[in-house]
């Protein structure tokens, strides 16, 4: 079935540890996006991709990195995690065409991270 | 680059009845406007969208409205029902436009009361 998946859904971790948060759609969709939301908070798009090779930041400043070697895969990653990247991290993807088919955004199950 | 302000941050209804909330943007090339809904503990997903050349549009319960000239659009919903609650995030972003597409709202906090 077509979706969006991200792995782990729920990480625990110490400070100063390398994580990655993984993101894979099925859907073709050449646009992914990375959000940072706090429970029921704003979303706030830490990443963003056109394609394969294409990244760039979002408006909220990060301390995390992503890669767009696949289309389907987007990971994320924080070289040492600090408490104050406790959240959830959503990942998007679109189509990317135009028309409003092209922008409906759909997200996936998110990773929820307590960084200790 | 885009601003999207929504109102108001929570919103408490009893059952049955109707819920508005508004949004406002500051570009003023956006030509589409979608909301999205967010259940406790899932993924936000798309509820219902309005372009430009259209002031209003209608799914069952729930309807968007836009003014191009005051720059706002609101979602409306009737009869409103439990499973209504939610956070509801509505939206902005240039059709085709090189931007990185999609603009959110702070959230609204829908709750509605049995």
């Known amino acids: 079935e077509a979706d969006i998946y991200q792995t782990p859904r729920y990480l625990v971790i110490g400070t100063g540890k390398k994580i990655t948060l993984e993101c894979s759609q099925t859907?073709?969709?050449?646009?992914m996006y990375w959000y940072q939301q706090d429970p029921g908070m704003e979303l706030h798009l830490i990443h963003y991709?056109?394609?394969?090779?294409?990244?760039e930041k979002g408006d909220l400043s990060s301390e995390s990195t992503v890669s767009r070697i696949r289309t389907e895969h987007f990971p994320l990653t924080l070289e040492s995690a600090r408490p104050s990247h406790t959240s959830q991290y959503l990942c998007?993807?679109?189509?990317?065409?135009?028309?409003?088919?092209?922008?409906?955004?759909?997200f996936g199950p998110g990773t929820r991270l307590l960084v200790l | 680059g885009e601003n999207v302000e929504q109102h108001p941050s929570t919103l408490s209804v009893q059952e049955g009845d109707s819920a508005v909330i508004k949004c406002t943007y500051s570009?003023?090339?956006?030509?589409?406007f979608p909301w999205y809904k967010q259940e406790l503990g899932k993924r936000p997903q798309l509820i219902i969208d309005?372009?430009?050349?259209?002031g209003e549009k209608k799914d069952q319960r729930i309807a968007v409205t836009l003014n191009k000239t005051a720059k706002h659009f609101s979602l409306h919903i009737t009869e409103t029902q439990p499973e209504d609650s939610a956070v509801y995030f509505c939206?902005?972003?240039?059709?085709?436009?090189?931007?990185?597409?999609?603009?959110f709202g702070s959230g609204t906090q829908l709750t509605v009361l049995p």
């Open positions: 998007a993807s679109s189509l990317g065409t135009t028309g409003t088919r092209g922008e409906t955004q759909y």
């Open positions: 859907m073709g969709h050449d646009k």
């Open positions: 939206a902005a972003s240039i059709l085709g436009g090189s931007a990185r597409q999609l603009t």
């Open positions: 570009d003023s090339a956006s030509n589409y």
């Open positions: 991709s056109y394609g394969v090779n294409s990244t």
């Open positions: 309005i372009r430009s050349n259209v």
